[in-house]
């Protein structure tokens, strides 16, 4: 009778261990997020597979794009390089983008693509290509290279590229990194207190921040100038929030439409469309990828502890054509953290596994 008893025991310990292992290797973090909260505006998320919707929730939110608006100067990259306005093979000196750039506020994007660059033996003379300027931006997410090109492509050129491409929601976007320095100068110019600085930025509408950023931006052209001005940059997270609130917006809807394009590769001129494919499918640089992948590509989108944005095209090697598009606002940094870590692998299981589509589909539906 013991012995019976003990192996009853023994067997409801084997049953417990596998349920709860089988919880564990069901459970996806950026699944859950999505369940829990998909009555919340701040969540936006499509995933579109051969020309169907399959899920939809708020597509039409207008939310803060964080680095994925840069796929927007991409674009802008590509035409006139199509159209020979510029020349990808430009060297461009490093010193340049320095101008734009500001330590330790980019996650260490910039460093890193520095890095990338030397590894290669892509630098040359202490110069680049502006097509690897351009990489640079996507692959890598460096701000500085985003608004270097802002400023070579030309903003109202990209701002009517955005509205040539008919998408619902999109706002014109203006440059990133001076966005940063808009509390400094305020705090400066009217000599506040940082409570005051933050009031006053506070109450600004978002067409007076982009115009401040707009003007640092200027300035930040000439940096000699830019140093005398000595304006100081304000990293408390209170005035970052502020930032990221004001950053160009754009809904999920706007960059399905957009990936969409990229992944059937029949909307842009194919002069445009071969650039495109250069610079923004970095992912198909991996071998790995290359055995179950025709193409792919993917921007995402983490400026600030408070925003995660991710767009990813695929075509597979049976023929299937995956949009994804996710933006979250209004994080914690438990939830910014947890999402970080693991929504490149939640994208790969939608383009990889059935089942996980069938449950993503039952359950966010």
Same mark, same amino acid.
């Given at each position: ?48 597979? $051969?020309? @169907?919707?399959?899920? &939809?929730?708020?597509? =039409? /939110? ?6 994925? !608006? ?114 400094? $100068?305020? @705090?400066?110019?009217? &000599?506040?207190?940082? =409570? /005051? ?6 109450? !600004? ?114 023929? $299937? ?45």
């Amino acid at each position: 009778m013991k012995l019976i008893k003990r192996l009853g025991i023994i067997l409801l310990i084997i049953f417990i261990f596998f349920i709860v292992h089988k919880q564990k290797e069901n459970y996806d973090p950026v699944m859950e997020y999505l369940k829990t909260h998909k009555t919340d505006k701040n969540v936006s998320f499509i995933l579109q597979r $051969n020309g @169907k919707n399959l899920v &939809n929730i708020h597509c =039409d /939110e207008v939310i803060p794009l964080a680095s994925m !608006m840069k796929l927007m100067i991409a674009v802008e990259f590509a035409k006139q390089s199509a159209e020979g306005t510029i020349k990808a093979d430009q060297q461009i000196p490093l010193s340049d983008l320095e101008a734009y750039y500001v330590k330790d506020t980019d996650g260490s994007a910039h460093p890193d693509w520095i890095h990338y660059l030397k590894e290669k033996n892509l630098i040359q003379n202490n110069q680049v290509t502006l097509e690897q300027v351009a990489k640079g931006m996507l692959q890598f997410s460096s701000n500085a290279n985003a608004d270097y090109l802002i400023d070579k492509l030309g903003l109202e050129n990209i701002n009517q590229t955005i509205k040539n491409l008919q998408l619902p929601h999109h706002q014109e976007i203006y440059p990133l990194v001076s966005g940063l320095y808009v509390a400094g $100068n305020l @705090k400066k110019e009217e &000599n506040l207190t940082e =409570d /005051e600085t933050f009031k006053k930025l506070k109450a !600004m509408s978002q067409q007076e921040f982009s115009r401040e950023s707009i003007k640092i931006h200027q300035w930040m052209k000439n940096p000699t100038e830019f140093k005398q001005r000595n304006i100081p940059y304000l990293d408390d997270m209170k005035f970052q929030r502020i930032w990221s609130d004001n950053l160009p917006a754009a809904s999920a809807k706007d960059y399905l439409l957009l990936i969409e394009r990229l992944n059937r590769k029949d909307y842009f001129p194919p002069n445009m469309q071969k650039e495109l494919d250069k610079i923004v499918e970095s992912l198909m640089e991996n071998p790995t990828n290359k055995e179950w992948l025709i193409h792919a590509g993917q921007k995402g989108g983490s400026t600030t502890a408070f925003l995660l944005t991710n767009s990813i095209h695929a075509k597979d090697k049976d023929g $299937n054509m995956t949009e994804i598009v996710f933006m979250f606002n209004n994080l914690t940094e438990t939830e910014y953290m947890n999402l970080s870590e693991h929504y490149n692998e939640f994208q790969l299981k939608i383009l990889k596994d059935q089942k996980f589509r069938d449950r993503l589909i039952k359950d966010l539906n």
